[in-house]
């Protein structure tokens, strides 16, 4: 029905603790990206899922950061021993990578992540 | 290019004026682009996009132009109003490859009263 959504939409956290982060995006969306933005920033591109391809992990900070599509649906991004510079607001967005109707992303509202 | 953590550009716009954002691309295979539009505290929402058989499209006080000779994307907006206060997000893709999508770095446009 609705649009994508993320859970939490707020997560603090100690540092060196892990967190997941999820995203459900819109049904039938074959696509699925994740981004991070620092406050005042632009967006910055972690991972891109695509159908049942190998995903693109191109923007993945570091081996602490993973992510998984299940059943090319729900995505969850983990991060491991997270440290203070992880701390962001982490997107999501889905599209149906549709010729006909175009490849316009659908954004969840995020999760502020902070980490003490 | 990617935006990878800078802080962004501001523009300031009286209110009632024309405003113009512009936006160079990477890629010249990109075939598809698309203007967001991000208010504080949300997630980036879609504005306009054109595809790469095109140089114009309008959209209700918005225009896109897209000059593929030089790479480059504006967004004009018509009659600026207080709720057009936002950052503004250019993106490309190459629809024919399953490319992800590659944002650009962003312009806060301020409103001026």
């Known amino acids: 029905g609705a649009g994508v959504s993320q859970s939490p939409s707020n997560k603090v956290t100690e540092k060196g603790k892990d967190v997941e982060l999820r995203c459900d995006p819109i049904?039938?969306?074959?696509?699925l990206y994740w981004y991070r933005q620092s406050l005042g920033q632009g967006l910055e591109f972690l991972i891109y899922f695509q159908g049942n391809s190998a995903p693109d992990k191109s923007g993945l900070p570091s081996d602490r950061f993973s992510a998984e599509r299940t059943g090319g649906s729900v995505s969850t991004l983990t991060i491991q021993r997270t440290q203070q510079e992880d701390s962001a607001v982490y997107l999501c967005?889905?599209?149906?990578?549709?010729?006909?109707?175009?490849?316009?992303?659908?954004f969840g509202p995020g999760t502020r992540l902070t980490v003490l | 290019g990617e935006s990878v953590g800078l802080h962004l550009p501001t523009l300031s716009v009286q209110e009632g004026d024309n405003s113009i954002i512009n936006c160079a691309y990477s890629n010249s295979a990109s075939d598809y682009f698309i203007w967001y539009k991000q208010e504080s505290g949300k997630g980036p929402q879609f504005i306009i996009d054109?595809?790469?058989?095109?140089d114009k499209r309008q959209g209700q006080r918005v225009t896109v132009l897209l000059n593929k000779t030089v790479k480059h994307l504006s967004l004009q907006i018509a009659a600026t109003q207080p709720g057009d206060s936002a950052v503004y997000f250019c993106a490309e893709n190459f629809m024919n490859r399953d490319d992800k999508i590659i944002f650009g770095k962003g312009t806060r446009l301020h409103i001026l009263p």
């Open positions: 967005a889905s599209s149906p990578r549709s010729r006909a109707t175009g490849n316009e992303q659908f």
């Open positions: 049904s039938g969306h074959t696509a």
């Open positions: 054109i595809r790469s058989n095109m």
